[in-house]
């Protein structure tokens, strides 16, 4: 018996695709299922932030806040189109850390990324500041006087996720949008697993079934919060031992999972800084300039039980962002003010903390496999932040090549921190010169049309419009910017099959649409996927 593939991967998150893409580029055939949309899990619920973990340095994960500050720096290069800096505002809370303490932190922080006495890090360094007399200090309640300013980035999470499966796609990956694993079988020498098309499973018949069966010699369970219920579907068929019945089986306990939720207000202040407030609870939230014309507001940390894909955000944690937000900001906010909300499910490795925020948000990668110790494993994956996501890709495919020779021996094993994501293939430097030039290129657009497409698509943006000379060959006009070419192209290059996942992980215009512009986008995507059909 020969394998369909030699890796398959459980999860379309980010680091499932991260992996995917890793894997194919050194010469690995490889299958990805993931029962939602792309990103539709954690992997879209953040705060939207590549950054080191500043707050992270109080539990003394050094490691882990210099890997992800390399890492930022790396993932800015990949991908400047969809990664920008950010300069962040650190008020100096009396009664709270001390200011010395807020210094000392943020010293690591700047050079904590040295590598044989220099940092190749291109971003400012912090500095003091008077909120008396700065701008970033006028939309502060009076008694903030004194604040630091550093520097880390903002990114469109969804978006890396898909700009890793589409770069994994083209080099040959198999990449499967709502397909859900059901079932996964050791046999021997490889895996079987079974996956079930989630789509249109009402309108499957026997005569037309709607799960098959893949076979490979690696399995990555890179599931995120579904991690331990992937891990309990698992049939040893060579080990007798593990054939018990459901019944008798002990539940796979390795997460904790942390709910973090954030609320979307209008833009709070005029300027492009950010915020990272203290709360007496020793937590920080942020508040973040979103979309030009909101203001994000979070995160939150709290225990999770039930299925992820139900998390909402709760009264408890509203009235919390808003009390932290108002404890800063002049202009106070209330729960009328909130234009949508996002929650989001993080899957920490337990490792024993009594407080939720002080989990390790580190991953941990461990290899199971059967008695040989030679076939057929399987690799989980625990916890692990959008930051590292890359590094934790290169750490997972070291455990592989234990198992499988890597089939393109000349690859560099880190070829990815070289190589751009689709649609960054330009320096950093050079983002508004390229900006300019497609806006130039389709003169008919206007500025704001014209840079939301470029930060979103980089310099694939010309492969979404083509050969346009006006709006109207752009075709239907769904509002905010939004056409029929834009739709027709996610749906056909982007895996996106519903409204959802064009409003909100695509893009973000959804903050925009009202509910009849909605109704009129899901409408016209389910008209023309029945038109394919027929």
Known sequence: MSADYDIIIIGGGINGCGIARDAVGRGYSVYLCEQGDLASGTSSQSTKLIHGGLRYLENYEFGLVREALMEREVLWKIAPHIIHPLRFILPHHKGLRPAWLLRLGLFLYDHIDFKFGFSKNKLPKTSSLNLSKDESGHCLKPSFTKAFEYSDCAVDDAR??????????????SINAQTKCTAIQRENDYWSITVEDQLGLDQKTEQEPNDKTITGKVVINASGPWVDKVIDKVTDYNNASSQQSDASKKPAHNVRLVQGSHIIVPKLYDHEKCYIFQNEDNRIIFAIPYHEKFTLIGTTDHEFSGD???????????????????????????ESDIVATYSGVRSLYDDGASKAQETTRDYVIRVDQDKNEKKAPIINIFGGKITTYRHLAESALEKVKHFIPARLPIRQAQWTASSPLPGGDFAIDDFEKYCETFHTQYGFLNLGDASRLFKQYGTRANQVLGDAKSYDDLGFAFGHGLYQREVEYLIDKEWAKCSDDILWRRT???????KNEQEILANWISKSDKTKQT
Not at 508 to 514: D, I, P
């Open 508 to 514: 973000k215009l959804g903050l925009l649409f009202n």
């Open 308 to 334: 992820p894909y139900d998390a909402k955000i709760t009264q408890q944690e509203i009235d919390y962002l808003i009390i932290s937000a108002n404890a800063y900001f002049k202009k106070e906010i209330n």
């Open 160 to 173: 890396l996720v898909v700009l890793n499966a589409l770069d994994a796609s083209e080099r040959g990956a």
